[in-house]
């Protein structure tokens, strides 16, 4: 049998994944639910090539991960043949937490964050492992003392990073998000235990980072992509609501379980992670199918919109609506929808979405200068990253 398996990635070409620890883990039924997991929820409304998995996305990771810690030893870092096995571990697994379409229900379905589910999963999975995800774990929580390896896992120039802009922006077409991920690979180095920048490689993480903040207002928060996800939100939503009040039944079995489940005052996963780990896009999908003729004309209304493509409007501006605007809406969606259901008034959704190119401050991305020196990103830039969030309000509401 061959020491590894090969996968034919079609951003990397074949990536190389050993056997042994790192392939039981690929191998794991709560892995392979990423197959089941789309990395973009809902953009392909948008863009329809975006229907690549967190699976893909984990693989294309932990072959980053592999080239860097060989690229870092070539530089006389000292690294372990063990923790290169469980920083590979932890950036192959550091997304396992998502839920259904990704980050468009995080806290809709359950009230944690996903890395916390991540932590929590990957907690489980080591006790099943007879604790041999120990180490990735500490490197994962950034508890290990060799601070750069969680750097690589999670930090503004981290391989999950580098890989989603890859990545995302082949499957979408928006060539905006292509990125010189191999020079910025070979630019780093270590010193004094956090993860440096050579300074030849400054362009290059320039280009890395106007091509983050464009993919955002571009891809991950395109109005319309905001829209589709809004809509699904709000069928959640209504669905939880319509659920508790007994005027509906769930279709899905796993999703029933966990409209039922009601947190602890302490935050213990239990049982909820066997449930959690069973439920996919697919399961959502059915529940919106399910309710398209449900009695509801709010639910139906908004199943219908999701599976036809019968998008709300959109209004996205730096600016907030004004109260003569939101009025008027009001009062349409009065004239339009009050005879059909007495909660019209939650077809209006407002809120601000937000993006951040790069965060300044003690862990931003470090410069190493020819002379040795260690700047902070910050202070050698010219580029126009240093603006601090990206804040734009939406109005949404049926056309």
Same mark, same amino acid.
């Given at each position: 049998?061959?020491?590894?398996?090969?996968?034919?990635?079609?951003? $990397?070409?074949?990536?190389?994944?050993?056997?042994?620890?790192?392939?039981?883990?690929?191998?794991?039924?709560?892995?392979?639910?990423?197959?089941?997991?789309? @990395?973009?929820?809902?953009?392909?409304?948008? $863009?329809?090539?975006?229907?690549?998995?967190?699976?893909?996305?984990?693989?294309?990771?932990?072959?980053?991960?592999?080239?860097?810690?060989?690229?870092?030893?070539?530089? +006389?870092?000292?690294?372990?043949?063990?923790?290169?096995?469980?920083?590979?571990?932890? #950036?192959? =697994?550091?997304?396992?937490?998502?839920?259904?379409?990704?980050?468009?229900?995080?806290? #809709?379905?359950?009230?944690?964050?996903? +890395?916390?589910?991540?932590?929590?999963?990957?907690?489980?999975?080591?006790?099943?492992?007879?604790?041999?995800?120990?180490?990735?774990?500490? #490197?994962?929580?950034?508890?290990?003392?060799?601070? /750069?390896?969680? @750097?690589?896992?999670?930090?503004?120039?981290?391989?999950?990073?580098?890989? *989603?802009?890859?990545?995302?922006? /082949?499957?979408?077409?928006?060539?905006?998000?292509?990125?010189? $991920?191999?020079?910025? =690979?070979?630019?780093?180095?270590?010193?004094?235990?956090?993860?440096?920048?050579?300074?030849?490689?400054? *362009?290059?993480?320039?280009?890395?980072?106007?091509?983050?903040?464009?993919?955002?207002?571009?891809?991950?928060?395109?109005?319309?992509?905001?829209?589709?996800?809004?809509?699904?939100?709000? /069928?959640?939503?209504?669905?939880?609501?319509? *659920?508790?009040?007994?005027?509906?039944?769930?279709?899905?079995?796993?999703?029933?379980?966990?409209?039922?489940?009601?947190?602890?005052?302490?935050?213990?996963?239990?049982?909820? =992670?066997?449930?959690?780990?069973?439920?996919?896009?697919?399961?959502?999908?059915?529940?919106?199918?399910? @309710?398209?003729?449900?009695?509801?004309?709010?639910?139906?209304?908004?199943?219908?919109?999701?599976?036809? &493509?019968?998008?709300?409007?959109? &209004?996205?501006?730096?600016?907030?609506?004004?109260?003569?605007?939101?009025?008027?809406?009001?009062?349409?969606?009065?004239?339009?929808?009050?005879?059909?259901?007495?909660?019209?008034?939650? =077809?209006?959704?407002?809120?601000?979405?937000?993006?951040?190119?790069?965060?300044?401050?003690?862990?931003?991305? &470090?410069?190493?200068?020819?002379?040795?020196?260690?700047?902070?990103?910050?202070?050698?830039?010219?580029?126009?990253?240093?603006?601090?969030?990206?804040?734009?309000? $939406?109005? #949404?509401?049926?056309?």
């Amino acid at each position: 049998m061959a020491p590894h398996k090969i996968f034919n990635d079609p951003v $990397y070409g074949f990536v190389t994944v050993p056997r042994g620890l790192l392939m039981e883990l690929v191998e794991h039924p709560w892995f392979q639910r990423l197959r089941r997991i789309r @990395q973009l929820g809902m953009t392909d409304f948008v $863009y329809p090539g975006a229907l690549h998995t967190r699976f893909q996305h984990a693989l294309g990771a932990m072959h980053l991960m592999q080239q860097t810690v060989a690229i870092l030893r070539s530089k +006389e870092v000292e690294i372990t043949d063990e923790e290169a096995e469980a920083a590979q571990a932890a #950036i192959l =697994l550091h997304d396992i937490g998502h839920g259904p379409f990704s980050h468009v229900l995080e806290g #809709i379905l359950l009230p944690w964050h996903h +890395e916390v589910l991540s932590r929590w999963i990957m907690s489980e999975m080591n006790r099943q492992m007879d604790h041999r995800l120990t180490l990735a774990l500490e #490197i994962f929580e950034g508890s290990h003392p060799k601070r /750069f390896l969680h @750097q690589l896992v999670s930090g503004q120039l981290d391989m999950d990073r580098v890989d *989603y802009l890859n990545r995302d922006s /082949f499957f979408t077409g928006v060539h905006e998000g292509v990125i010189g $991920y191999d020079r910025i =690979l070979k630019m780093l180095h270590v010193v004094d235990n956090r993860l440096v920048v050579e300074e030849k490689g400054v *362009y290059s993480i320039e280009k890395f980072l106007i091509a983050r903040r464009l993919m955002y207002w571009q891809v991950y928060l395109h109005k319309t992509v905001l829209v589709a996800e809004k809509m699904l939100v709000l /069928f959640f939503r209504r669905l939880a609501r319509l *659920y508790r009040e007994e005027r509906l039944r769930i279709a899905s079995p796993v999703l029933e379980k966990l409209m039922d489940y009601r947190p602890a005052a302490t935050a213990d996963p239990g049982d909820i =992670l066997l449930l959690f780990t069973r439920l996919d896009d697919h399961d959502i999908m059915q529940e919106v199918k399910a @309710q398209k003729d449900a009695d509801d004309f709010l639910l139906r209304f908004l199943a219908d919109g999701l599976l036809n &493509r019968r998008l709300f409007r959109i &209004r996205l501006d730096r600016h907030p609506p004004s109260a003569e605007e939101l009025e008027t809406v009001r009062e349409d969606l009065q004239h339009r929808f009050a005879h059909l259901t007495p909660d019209f008034a939650d =077809l209006l959704l407002t809120g601000t979405e937000e993006s951040h190119a790069y965060l300044e401050g003690e862990d931003e991305i &470090r410069i190493l200068r020819k002379n040795g020196e260690v700047i902070r990103f910050s202070e050698e830039t010219d580029a126009p990253i240093r603006e601090g969030a990206t804040r734009k309000h $939406y109005l #949404i509401h049926p056309r």
